[in-house]
């Protein structure tokens, strides 16, 4: 497959354009790559290594096309303070350079770059290069993505819901903003299985799965199955109040499905107990902060008949 093919192949299964960041000192320069690329990516760019930085921070591009030599940081600097942190350090680096030797090379990929593009610029040859390694970006996310979703329910898995915690744990520490987590219980759902039988079961959470997942509304708000009939929300930027309203708000969702539970002792449909807790994450706190007491709010709602929402604050 070439990589033209190869690239329109991932977006498809992607579902957006490619983000390429380009990073150059010379306006010229990104003004060539700006002018090949605005038609196939959301094309961003950084004059500064500083500022490439914070925009793949930012923006989590999936291509970086860098030049070496820059007033101040240099390109080798970026690479290598990209590849050190794990926000950054699984986005592919190609370097722009007129540096020409095998040492420069060498060093290069040593400290993390995926390909060389020597200067003066050949549009044919950046293109192809660009599109290449963009399709093998993509192709790793899909992969990716496919390995962090639970193969019943469709949502995020346990895996998964790790990531989302550090990553909305580190920006709303950064931001020293609200951070909400709610985990979710199917009632009585063991004897669910047992009256209506496993396959039934199943159905069960596919449903309450994708109910919970329409019901956040904001594209940053998560759901992830945390295990077994145990689901977990993360709200990032969500204070107390809010987050008690989202937990109305699901648990009236779930009601709605209306799946017969004969055998609750809670409600006569399927229903849940939630656990919601928040936190303003700072300086020697841990997320397993979050999550115990999220736990311990969700077997307070158990422990006082289920079918209904607990809260806490931290802090």
């Known amino acids: 497959m070439n990589p ?14 490619p983000r390429l960041l380009v ?52 390109g080798h600097e970026v690479c290598r303070r990209l ?13 722009v350079t007129g540096l020409a030797s095998e040492s420069d090379e060498a060093y290069g990929f040593e400290i993390g770059a995926v390909d060389f593009i020597s200067k003066p610029i050949n549009p044919v040859i950046v293109r192809a290069r660009v599109r290449t390694h963009l399709a093998l970006k993509l192709q790793g996310d899909i992969l990716r993505s496919i390995a962090l979703r639970d193969g019943l329910t469709g949502v995020g898995n346990r895996r998964k819901f790790d990531e989302e915690m550090r990553a909305a744990w580190w920006h709303c520490k950064r931001d020293q903003v609200p951070l909400s987590l709610i985990m979710l219980d199917v009632d009585f ?11 039934a079961g199943d159905q069960c959470l596919i449903s309450i799965a994708q109910q919970i997942k329409f019901g956040l ?7 992830a199955r945390y295990g077994g009939e145990e689901f977990a929300c993360l709200l990032p930027d969500t204070g107390a109040e809010g987050a008690a309203r989202v937990a109305v708000k699901l ?28 936190v303003v994450p700072v300086e020697g706190l841990d997320s397993m902060v979050l999550i115990e007491a999220a736990d311990e709010q969700l077997y307070k709602s158990k422990n006082a008949g289920r079918a209904r929402a607990s809260s806490t604050v931290i802090g």
Not at 7 to 14: H, P, R, S
């Open 4 to 17: 033209s093919t190869a690239l329109e192949a991932c977006l498809t299964g992607l579902g957006r354009r």
């Open 83 to 95: 590849k050190a942190d794990s926000r950054t350090s699984e986005v592919p680096v190609i370097f």
């Open 251 to 278: 648990l009236g969702l779930v009601r709605e499905l209306a799946i017969e539970h004969a055998d609750s002792d809670a409600s006569p449909v399927v229903s849940v107990s939630l656990g919601v807790a928040t």
């Open 189 to 199: 759902f063991k004897r669910f299985n047992d009256r209506y039988g496993h396959h």
């Open 23 to 74: 990073v150059d000192d010379q306006p010229s320069n990104i003004r060539l790559l700006h002018e090949l690329f605005r038609t196939d990516c959301d094309v961003f760019m950084a004059t500064s290594g500083e500022q490439a930085i914070e925009l793949c921070l930012k923006q989590s591009p999936d291509l970086v096309v860098l030049d070496i030599v820059m007033n101040g940081m240099s």
């Open 217 to 223: 509304s904001r594209p940053y708000d998560s759901i």
